[in-house]
């Protein structure tokens, strides 16, 4: 039995190698880009403060010839003088102004929001979940699958190992070009494996909802494209309305937004600073996820297989 559980799970990657493959090599080389241009901010970003602090000492070092609140006075008189006398007060009292570089982790990771680094994660669990059921019934196979000896039950778990198993590849790959990007553009302080990780996992929670919505459409549908359309239009929805809650002008209507996209529970950079925000998105998009699930398995369990034979 577990014979036959590997080969399915070595067929169903087998089938999605090109799309794995092409989607890992493009995070793989994102992630090596994100530090490379994080490198360079940074080494922008010092060169700045630099100025700033040297501009700032040459300030400091002029202000013997501010004049005094009294020789504004006798010169101008004091009616006709405090507008003068504010601005040499603010002259006197100018402290080397704060140049705060932000972390390169921070740059870094703030790159995980942009549509290079979530699109093929997208695709992945839209890919895996559509074909899980309805792809096979659409194109026949399905039945000469169940025909072996395996229950739907175990058929349905291999498909879910399948995307799992995906998955996690394709957060190696990113997660991996961060750290070799890490080594050969230093940045100081370098962004640390369990940043990825606290990143990763928001990720991945993300990755899991999307899925399983696709694949609870998969096990009630006989066609492929209909779970395909309802997972990347739910998708695209999510992600319009969380960009909509953003908007000022809607700030009214923020809390609304915010609790209709799933997209209010993915910031991996808030993840990596708070745990408490983690722990939340965790719960959130892993237990929506979790139920789409379960309640794939349970239509399939229950629903009439066609024979395409």
Not at 3 to 14: E, I
Not at 93 to 99: S, V
Not at 255 to 284: C, H, M, Q, R, W
Request: charged share 15%; hydrophobic share 50%.
């Amino acid at each position: 039995m577990m014979g036959l559980h590997r080969a399915l799970l070595v067929k169903n990657l087998s089938e999605s190698r090109w799309l794995l493959g092409l989607s890992g090599l493009a995070l793989f080389a994102l992630s090596m880009i994100s530090v490379y241009a994080s490198h360079l901010q940074q080494q922008e970003l010092e060169q700045l403060r630099e100025l700033a602090e040297t501009q700032a000492r040459s300030m400091e070092s002029d202000q013997t010839a501010i004049p005094t609140d009294e020789e504004i006075n006798a010169a101008l008189g004091r009616e006709n003088a405090s507008r003068l006398r504010r601005l040499a007060s603010r002259l006197r009292n100018l402290e080397t102004p704060k140049f705060e570089i932000p972390p390169p982790a921070e740059i870094e990771i703030r790159f995980w929001q942009t549509p290079g680094v979530l699109l093929p994660f997208i695709l992945w669990a839209i890919a895996r979940g559509s074909i899980a059921v309805a792809g096979e019934i659409e194109r026949g196979t399905l039945d000469l699958v169940m025909s072996r000896p395996v229950s739907r039950f175990d058929y349905l778990a291999v498909q879910v190992s399948s995307f799992l198993v995906g998955m996690l590849i394709l957060l190696t790959l990113l997660v991996g070009g961060n750290l070799v990007g890490s080594s050969v553009f230093p940045t100081t302080p370098p962004t640390t494996l369990a940043q990825l990780l606290k990143a990763s996992a928001n990720l991945a929670a993300l990755t899991w909802t999307i899925y399983g919505l696709t694949l609870m459409c998969s096990c009630y549908d006989l066609v492929r494209w209909r779970p395909n359309l309802i997972a990347a239009s739910f998708t695209l929805v999510s992600s319009v309305t969380a960009a909509l809650a953003q908007i000022r002008s809607l700030k009214e209507f923020k809390p609304y937004l915010e609790n209709t996209s799933i997209f209010s529970a993915y910031d991996p950079l808030d993840a990596v600073k708070e745990a408490e925000y983690l722990g939340n998105s965790l719960v959130i998009l892993g237990g929506l996820g979790t139920l789409f699930v379960a309640l794939a398995f349970v239509l399939f369990l229950h629903r009439d297989l066609p024979s395409n034979s």
